[in-house]
């Protein structure tokens, strides 16, 4: 619920500066055309003829030539100072120390193993090929975006170029089946009062024991996931757009980015947490997304509320 | 060494000024710029601003471009660092690196970089900016560089296009310490405070 209250808030932060994107008041000092610099600003960014043209923060900027000028404002500087000294390190750390947790989590307590003899179908056809068809698009996303934000290391021209292409085409993929699946699994996806009592005991992750899980069809961490990638995923598609046709002011454009980059913390991270869970932490859990088939024993220790649900009907 | 160095940052790095109170609009910078470098449509090195349209004895033209600032925003957020920055102070890029991403657009005060837009799709090529006319990383006034970059006007020991072309002389281009020493006597001749016309805090992007 907290990443959800979270996305929402960044998104109205991301639209309401849309409409103040010009310098709001500045005192005036000195120099006697600065301060009146502000109205013109203004001017040109709702001057139609002039929407190519990025007037305000050159304009916003030349106050800094003057004396006594207060310094330019905008998101250009907290872009700079981030996208400069922190985004790239954030994700150097995110990639290595997740994988790093989780195998100490593999070593520690080890893969859950079932009973594979009693098999239920859990997931039709559909649900089957649209969650590979946006799969695999999203993992290439992930990839490609990776090797943009690393483009230094890997020496940058016609291969960051290349992964900068896909990374668009891409996009596209999973916007249409990141929808199909959203309206696909968003009954199963919404959260319920069991799920709190999940997140307390981490989802039974951290001991070995068989002890029933509160959950549902999904878990409260495939929820959250869920959530991420399809709503966070959306964003991400948006924001991407955004800055790929460069349709906003510059303003705009520079929160678009960061936005861009902070969900990319995110969704890296639970991507690769998705992955282990599927892959490595519950031994034949990959099976169900493959074939649609889940062991009995599994669903009624891990999915204990859809076990009794199954068997009700 | 050290004073030589000091000197160097403060007074030999190479800066633009567009003296507010000359500039009549005449978009003879920008014009000369483009046609100097070929540039494609849409691209647009350099570009007049104007303040206050129409508000006698209010209204104000700047040329902007590249301002080629020590903390250089753009070379800092450049995830493939295709910047590099001569000694004398210039900004320039690598165009075969460069991916087209526009985080030097995001992170430029002056909106200088450039995205010549192709194809179907709108695809952005590699970025385009403004020079100070030095060319690129390709051999000096090769054709290649020429291609990529336009005209090499300081290898032959020419002062940048647009401000050799700027009819009122608003438009200055030089040393720090040149620009600063013609705007200093420009204000002295107005009976001007001289603080107030000497731009001192001009050296970096962002704050000071």
């Given at each position: ?96 120390l ?6 100490t989590h ?63 085409i ?43 899980v ?37 303003e705009?454009?520079?929160?678009m ?25 519950i ?6 997304i493959i ?13 204990s509320?859809?076990?009794?649900e199954?068997?009700?009907? | ?120 799709f ?6 385009d ?6 060319g ?19 290898a ?19 040393s ?17 405070n001289?603080?107030?016309a ?11």
């Open positions: 619920m907290k990443t959800i209250k979270t996305f929402l808030l960044m998104l109205f932060i991301a639209f309401s500066n849309l409409a103040f994107a010009a310098n709001p008041s500045v005192p005036q000092e000195g120099g006697k055309q600065y301060a009146e610099v502000i109205k013109g600003n203004d001017t040109l960014m709702v001057n139609p003829m002039n929407k190519n043209l990025y007037g305000g923060p050159e304009v916003e900027a030349i106050k800094n030539w003057g004396i006594h000028s207060p310094n330019a404002v905008g998101w250009g500087n907290i872009f700079t100072i981030l996208q400069g000294n922190y985004f790239s390190t954030i994700f150097a750390i995110i990639v290595i997740v994988p790093l947790a989780f195998l593999f070593m520690v307590v080890g893969q859950k193993k079932f009973e594979h003899g009693k098999k239920i179908r859990v997931f039709s056809n559909y649900n089957i090929i649209v969650h590979w068809c946006a799969a695999v698009p999203f993992v290439v996303l992930c990839l490609t975006g990776l090797v943009m934000i690393f483009g230094d290391k890997l020496g940058g021209g016609s291969f960051v170029r290349f992964a900068r292409d896909v990374h668009g891409a996009t596209i993929l999973f916007v249409i089946f990141g929808v199909l699946m959203f309206l696909m699994w968003i009954k199963h996806a919404l959260f319920r009062a069991y799920d709190i009592q999940w997140l307390m005991i981490m989802g039974g992750y951290l001991s070995k024991e068989k002890k029933p509160p959950a549902g069809k999904f878990n409260a961490g495939q929820k959250m996931w869920f959530w991420v990638c399809t709503v966070g995923g959306f964003i991400m598609a948006i924001s991407g757009a955004y800055m790929y046709f460069q349709f906003a002011d510059i705009t454009l520079r929160m980015a960061l936005l861009h980059n902070v969900l990319g913390f995110l969704v890296i991270a639970l991507l690769i947490t998705h992955i282990y869970m599927a892959v490595f932490a031994e034949g859990a990959l099976n169900s074939d649609g088939h889940m062991g009995e024993e599994e669903i009624a220790i891990l999915h509320y859809y076990y009794k199954i068997n009700a009907a | 060494m050290s004073n030589t160095t000091n000197i160097l940052d403060n007074f030999s790095r190479i800066k633009f000024y567009c003296d507010t109170n000359r500039c009549i609009e005449c978009h003879g910078c920008d014009v000369a710029c483009k046609e100097a470098h070929h540039l494609p449509v849409g691209v647009n090195r350099r570009r007049v601003v104007v303040l206050n349209e129409g508000q006698v004895g209010k209204e104000s033209a700047v040329s902007i471009a590249c301002m080629h600032c020590s903390d250089a925003p753009c070379a800092q957020v450049c995830p493939v660092d295709c910047f590099y920055i001569r000694a004398d102070g210039i900004v320039l890029h690598d165009k075969k690196t460069c991916i087209g991403c526009a985080y030097c657009l995001y992170a430029c005060p002056f909106g200088a970089p450039q995205f010549p837009k192709n194809g179907v709108e695809s952005r090529g590699s970025m900016k403004c020079t100070f006319c030095a690129g990383p390709e051999e000096t006034n090769s054709k290649e560089e020429y291609e990529l970059y336009g005209q090499n006007r300081i032959e020991g020419k002062v940048p296009m647009c401000a050799s072309m700027c009819s009122t002389k608003a438009l200055l281009a030089g720090s310490e040149e620009v600063a020493n013609i705007i200093t006597h420009r204000a002295t001749m107005r009976g001007e001289i603080p107030n000497v731009p001192n805090v001009w050296k970096t992007a962002y704050g000071n």
